[in-house]
């Protein structure tokens, strides 16, 4: 993935540095740093949640002016303990961990303020930390606004999607019996939570490439398999629903009311015209509470940040900000 946008994004670059920091709850979290050791500091959040970081993340970033840090999430990448381990614990694994660690992971690269850009799941969860340390982000660059409301998943995992891709629906409802379909996402999790493999592997496999299968524009063959491998599906869909199960642990509409606090935070919302993972409705509502950030909508592209002109919006924004202290 990410091959696409030569001529797009920045050339890739290796780490300058990377490690496990303990977080606590038995948890270690993978953690990279690139670019100029004394550039801007940016975190960059993946989305999922459970997706991990890859390389080409780093692309968006000016390698010249950026110090570009990823991290993986709490039980996914290439962070210990994995959610695809059969005894796998999640308990731990909720948004308000994963923004403490964002904030240890901060003390413990000497970091005072970073910009923050995050897309998808990483929207919602650069938007919670904002708001609960906003006098530590220097600016925000979110994608594929999605912030866990009822509606949100409901549209997407529940059957509101299926309007649009019916034949891909019929795979994702295949591991589950006709009797449970009447709520989608606690029927997988049933499934997903299942100790013995030939139950949770089949399920996750087909959680993921539903997801996989519709967040572009057109197919993407490559994006597709890689969703389908056991161990990255297994850990994707588990983490997933552990949080969709519990709407992210924010009160129902909690990120765009309290989108007041960010007023103060240069910011730019960037959101494909047809994403149907997450509907451009949820941009539009944080838009309407927030509209001192930039509003940018990608008319020829969903919701992937891999579409090029979502990826040449996204540069843009960190291009402008990257000189701003």
């Known amino acids: 993935m990410g091959g696409g946008l030569d001529g797009i994004l920045y050339p890739d670059t290796e780490p300058s540095a990377h490690g496990m920091l303990d977080v606590g709850d038995g948890h270690r979290v993978y953690w990279e740093e690139s670019g100029a050791p004394d550039g801007k500091p940016v975190v960059f959040l993946h989305g999922g949640p459970g997706g991990g970081t890859a390389p080409w993340q780093r692309r968006f970033f000016d390698?010249?002016?950026?110090?570009?840090?990823?991290?993986?999430?709490r039980a996914c990448g290439r962070s210990e303990p994995h959610a695809s381990e059969p005894d796998?614990?999640?308990?731990?694994?909720?948004?308000?961990?994963?923004?403490?660690?964002?904030?240890?992971?901060?003390?413990?690269?000497?970091?005072?303020?970073?910009?923050?850009?995050?897309?998808?799941?990483?929207?919602?969860?650069?938007?919670?930390?904002?708001?609960?340390h906003p006098e530590r982000v220097t600016e925000l660059v979110l994608r594929g606004i999605f912030t866990l409301r009822r509606h949100e998943l409901e549209w997407f995992y529940e059957g509101g999607a299926q309007a649009l891709f019916p034949d891909l629906w019929e795979a994702y409802?295949?591991?589950?019996?006709?009797?449970?379909?009447?709520?989608?996402?606690?029927?997988?999790?049933?499934?997903?939570?299942?100790?013995?493999?030939?139950?949770?592997?089949?399920?996750?496999?087909?959680?993921?490439?539903?997801?996989?299968?519709?967040?572009?524009?057109?197919?993407?063959?490559?994006?597709?398999e890689k969703s389908s491998q056991p161990r990255s599906a297994v850990a994707f869909a588990r983490i997933e629903n552990h949080f969709f199960r519990h709407g992210g642990w924010f009160r129902e509409g909690q990120?765009?009311?309290d989108a007041h606090l960010l007023r103060d935070i240069p910011a730019v919302i960037v959101q494909g015209r047809y994403d149907v993972c997450t509907p451009m409705m949820t941009a539009w509502d944080l838009h309407r509470a927030w509209p001192e950030a930039e509003f940018t909508v990608v008319d020829d592209a969903g919701h992937a940040a891999v579409e090029p002109g979502i990826a040449a919006a996204l540069r843009a924004a960190t291009d402008r900000f990257a000189d701003a202290r």
Request: aromatic share 8%; proline share 6%; hydrophobic share 45%.
């Open 63 to 73: 390698p010249e002016r950026y110090r570009i840090i990823l991290m993986d999430q």
């Open 173 to 224: 409802l295949a591991p589950i019996p006709s009797s449970e379909r009447s709520h989608l996402i606690e029927a997988y999790h049933r499934r997903l939570a299942h100790p013995d493999p030939d139950v949770h592997v089949p399920a996750a496999v087909a959680w993921s490439v539903w997801e996989a299968s519709t967040i572009t524009l057109r197919p993407d063959s490559d994006a597709i």
């Open 88 to 132: 796998a614990d999640l308990s731990a694994v909720t948004t308000w961990h994963l923004v403490a660690d964002l904030e240890l992971l901060r003390t413990h690269l000497g970091i005072e303020r970073w910009q923050v850009f995050g897309g998808s799941w990483g929207s919602a969860l650069a938007l919670a930390y904002a708001q609960t």
């Open 255 to 257: 990120l765009i009311e």
